[in-house]
């Protein structure tokens, strides 16, 4: 795993990711602390589409696939999946930090039923679904087309179209924004949880196709 | 182990034919693939290492068929080092081959083993502790091969290896080739002559996805004897003239004058030119524009 961390987590990465992290929230404005969560899921999404589209095609760019490609395709499959687990794992982290950033603003509270911590609990259990599912579909859609920019350029059409006014009429509670358009008068507020699930479920099922893909496109 | 190649023909879907209708058999030890740059090497040995799939005609290693059913089979007997590899730059040359052995389904303790012989024999044992990005062109070229050699192939298919090497990192290259094929079949493509003179007796020359001569270094070279002068002159216009008729395999400016090689069905008619020894660049030159 470290020499996965290695390979997927260069210098380059942290520093960008981090730089857009304390840019966002020097320059994105939140008023309430019911604010933070939509803000920063739409954002770190972004983040997730750009940081995870290489995950495997850096074989492809380093000239790698052809050796590559002579290994096992469980061993193949494998890599791509550490490689997903441990910038995954780092993003979620960069969430967090994000999130701590933009209540450094300190956003006012509500009412009294809704304080900071309770919103951050909330928020914890939305933001690994959000952080999955952009990462995962990045990865596919990128292995798919085998090319890192058409493949984040397809991604973020979609990511437009999800944070359009339209797909939140028609998507509902479902979508994949489904927490950060929420609003949340109240910690009972629990209906975004559904569009969660759905994100969970289906980067499972795309998690479920890499070996086939990587047969067929690697 | 033994390679068979029938009737080989791979065309991509702009119509570029780069394998036209191919047969070759390659036997244990160094074969050496001679060609020009787009002559169609480097698409045989993708499809040899089954990272391409023929248009037609089939491959048998060790009789075993190449098709998607035996992909598996056959990818854990070869080895296989691209013409250009950037080997994980943030690893270290160990950790590299660790990671690589691991992927390939070696033991960890094999793997450990392995890694320490041809370290050893690579000569970078002292540099097993540097990044790749830290390394020169030639010890990357060796982390490449050892990274082939990791899971004993019994098939190593090398890509242009000395391209661009200073000359002795090229015959330290060359010499772990000859070592590494006492024990296995090593499918050497380069379109540098020397590399090949160096290291194996039998050859193939390709051109435009053919090949033009396929048999021992020996042969290759009788072909072209006696269609090989040399002639010196201070006439720079004669020089033009012979320059103009037939194909100069060198061509130097000395004190008694221009020196060239001459290469041609019939002796030249112009007076000074003398019969001379065939190199393997001279007979190359003749089959390649015979």
Redesign the interface.
């Known amino acids: 795993m470290k020499?996965e961390v290695?390979?997927c987590m260069?210098y380059y990465k942290i520093a960008y990711s981090i730089a857009f992290v304390v840019i966002l929230s020097a320059i994105q404005p939140v008023v309430y602390a019911k604010e933070i969560g939509g803000a920063v899921e739409r954002a770190v999404s972004l983040l997730a589409v750009v940081f995870c589209a290489d995950t495997y095609l850096v074989e492809v760019q380093?000239?790698?696939s052809?050796?590559?490609?002579?290994?096992?395709?469980k061993?193949?499959a494998g890599?791509v999946y550490k490689r997903l687990f441990v910038q995954v794992a780092y993003l979620i982290g960069i969430s967090l930090l994000a999130y701590g950033l933009f209540y450094w603003q300190k956003p006012v509270n509500l009412t009294e039923e809704l304080d900071g911590g309770a919103l951050f609990g909330i928020y914890c259990i939305a933001i690994p679904g959000t952080v999955l599912f952009w990462s995962v579909l990045s990865v596919t859609v990128s292995n798919l087309v085998r090319n890192r920019w058409i493949g984040m350029g397809v991604v973020l059409l979609f990511w437009f179209f999800s944070i359009s006014g339209k797909a939140t009429q028609f998507l509902k509670n479902w979508g994949p924004f489904s927490y950060g358009t929420c609003d949340f008068g109240k910690l009972t507020e629990w209906r975004w949880l559904g569009g969660k699930v759905l994100c969970v479920v289906f980067a499972g099922m795309m998690l479920a196709f890499v070996p086939k893909i990587l047969k067929k496109r690697g | 182990m033994s390679i068979r190649i029938d009737d080989l023909t791979v065309t991509f879907k702009n119509g570029v034919t780069a394998v036209d209708h191919v047969d070759l058999e390659i036997p244990h030890g160094i074969f050496g693939l001679l060609g020009e740059n787009g002559a169609g090497k480097t698409t045989l040995m993708?499809v040899l290492?089954?990272?391409l799939a023929p248009t037609s005609g089939k491959v048998l290693l060790d009789g075993t068929l190449y098709c998607e059913a035996n992909y598996?089979k056959i990818?854990k007997k070869?080895g296989?080092l691209?013409q250009?590899?950037?080997?994980?730059p943030?690893?270290t040359v160990r950790?590299c081959l660790?990671?690589?052995g691991?992927?390939?389904?070696i033991e960890k303790r094999e793997s450990k083993k392995r890694i320490d012989y041809y370290l050893e024999k690579t000569s970078l044992a002292d540099h097993q502790k540097k990044k790749m990005r830290q390394l020169s062109g030639g010890m990357k070229r060796r982390v490449g091969l050892v990274?082939?050699l990791l899971h004993e192939p019994d098939f190593l298919i090398v890509d242009e290896p000395t391209t661009g090497l200073d000359p002795e990192e090229r015959i330290r290259i060359r010499n772990l080739l000859v070592d590494f094929a006492e024990e296995r079949t090593v499918l050497f493509s380069t379109h540098v002559v020397e590399d090949l003179m160096a290291t194996c007796n039998q050859l193939a020359v390709m051109k435009k996805g053919r090949f033009l001569y396929t048999g021992t270094m020996r042969e290759l070279l009788n072909k072209a004897r006696g269609h090989v002068w040399e002639c010196c002159t201070e006439d720079e216009s004669l020089a033009r003239e012979l320059e103009r008729k037939y194909h100069i395999s060198s061509k130097q400016y000395t004190e008694e004058g221009i020196r060239l090689r001459l290469l041609g069905e019939n002796m030249p008619s112009e007076s000074g030119c003398i019969a001379c020894d065939v190199t393997l660049e001279d007979a190359y030159i003749y089959v390649t524009n015979r």
């Open positions: 020499k290695k390979i260069p380093s000239k790698r052809e050796v590559f490609c002579l290994y096992n395709l061993k193949q890599v | 993708r290492t089954t990272v598996e990818q070869i296989y691209p250009e590899i950037d080997l994980y943030s690893l950790e660790e990671y690589m691991d992927l390939a389904g990274q082939a």
